[in-house]
């Protein structure tokens, strides 16, 4: 399996957002950040708002932040908004299957549950656990950990 861009997109600017709370962030210097194009972060930006994941002020004193708290952000969740609507193989879509197997196919199924699996495991984990204590992160985006916030190693 291979994800998207705008999934991966999107993880990091969620990832963005949550690491910097003290101001708004404008989407070009979220697209410096997070290496990608203006406009591909900008309709990436669009679709997380009108999800409610982020909200957006337009204008000069513009910019965008979370909309809810990274612990009510399920990573899962937000993966499944960019994922699926992209059949993972041919045979998922009805509409353009053309797969002469699929009534006799077993490898559907195995495929299915694998994704079941894949989703639940994203299922438990929230965008605070991706960036509470990830100096790593906050380093990177040149963020400055309050006072009193330690840096916790990857689980």
């Known amino acids: 399996m291979r994800l998207t861009t705008r999934t991966n997109l999107a993880a990091r600017i969620l990832m963005t957002c949550a690491g910097t709370t003290d101001h708004l962030l404008k989407t070009a210097d979220i697209a410096k950040l997070c290496n990608s194009s203006t406009n591909h972060t900008a309709h990436v930006v669009q679709r ?58 077993r490898l559907r199924s195995y495929i299915q549950k694998a994704l079941d699996a894949f989703y639940h495991e994203l299922d438990m984990v929230t965008l605070h656990d991706l960036v509470q204590g990830n100096c790593g992160l906050t380093h990177l985006l040149a963020m400055h950990p309050a006072n009193g916030t330690a840096c916790s190693p990857p689980q």
């Open 48 to 105: 997380l708002q009108a999800e409610g994941y982020v909200s957006t002020l337009r204008g000069r004193a513009g910019g965008i932040r979370l909309a809810r708290r990274p612990d009510q952000i399920s990573i899962g969740e937000m993966f499944r908004l960019f994922e699926g609507e992209i059949p993972i193989a041919e045979c998922f879509d009805p509409e353009t299957n053309g797969c002469p197997l699929t009534t006799a196919c």
